[in-house]
């Protein structure tokens, strides 16, 4: 091939996806059993500053502002040549994924910083969650996506945020409300007896399925229970590694790269 990666996470998918865009065959092995990494368990949320989704909705930051909030949050751990990368790269990577893959997320308008009374935080325009996903359009693939957390779902149920959640705390104070909750918690259990679990995924687990949709779109392979055993070495950088698949051990040799995800 010509990347190996080795990790279902986000990093991984997202590695494995740009390089398949780009027109490398790409090979992604995985540990485990199931795909997505402590990605899928996440809240599925990212925090990039600068990004279209925040122009789109006249959020302007002021110059420099998110580099402050960074240096104050980090204080000693601050690494301005890595700060200065994720500002630069990180708005190109969102509009790169937004606009060629079925990775999309949507941005709250009010979403505060942690620490929005501090040097360089804003009240919102930075953080953003992964859009829903039809989990049927992973097809077979479904049940090999990681499970979110128990502690986040209700009944098995994976829930959205913002306005999702309001109506689930008010589902005895309004009727409409009720509604929503009553249609929500039909249309899961009717997934959990057709497919054997939620087919709407939301937060980490949308981002993880999202990310194997746009892999699938983009034939890459993946390899499940299928560890790397070994980094091979050749005269001056690694060319590949050694991979426990079906039973065997399998050298993949990549030719431009492996990437540890």
Request: charged residues 20%.
């Given at each position: ?91 190109k990577a969102i509009e790169f994924f937004t606009r060629n893959t079925c990775v999309q997320f949507d941005m709250p308008a009010v ?53 999702e959640i309001r109506h689930f705390m008010k589902a005895f104070k309004s009727f409409t409300s009720f509604i929503y909750v009553a ?37 890459v392979t993946l390899w499940l229970s299928s560890p790397v055993t070994k980094l091979v070495t050749e005269r001056d950088g690694v ?23």
């Open positions: 091939v010509d990347v190996l990666v080795v990790g279902t996470g986000a990093s991984g998918m997202s590695a494995a996806v740009t390089a398949a865009f780009n027109g490398l065959q790409v090979l992604v092995v995985e540990k485990e059993a199931r795909y997505g990494g402590t990605t899928a368990r996440s809240g599925g949320w990212l925090w990039i500053p600068g990004t279209r989704l925040a122009t789109e909705q006249g959020i302007q930051e002021p110059p420099g502002a998110a580099k402050a909030y960074l240096k104050h949050e980090a204080t000693t751990h601050f690494n301005e040549k890595r700060v200065d990368a994720f500002l630069e790269n990180g708005p979403f505060p910083d942690y620490h929005a009374e501090e040097i360089g935080g804003q009240p919102g325009g930075r953080s953003m969650v992964t859009r829903p996903f039809d989990g049927r359009e992973l097809g077979p693939r479904i049940k090999q996506l990681a499970p979110p957390l128990p502690e986040l779902t209700v009944f098995g149920m994976m829930l959205g945020s913002g306005p249609k929500r918690l039909s249309k899961h259990f009717l997934d959990v007896l057709r497919h054997g679990r939620g087919m709407t995924l939301t937060n980490g687990n949308a981002l993880a399925g999202r990310l194997a949709k746009a892999a699938m779109d983009h034939n060319s590949g590694a050694m991979v426990e698949h079906e039973g065997k051990t399998i050298f993949v040799r990549a030719k431009q790269g492996v990437v540890l995800a």
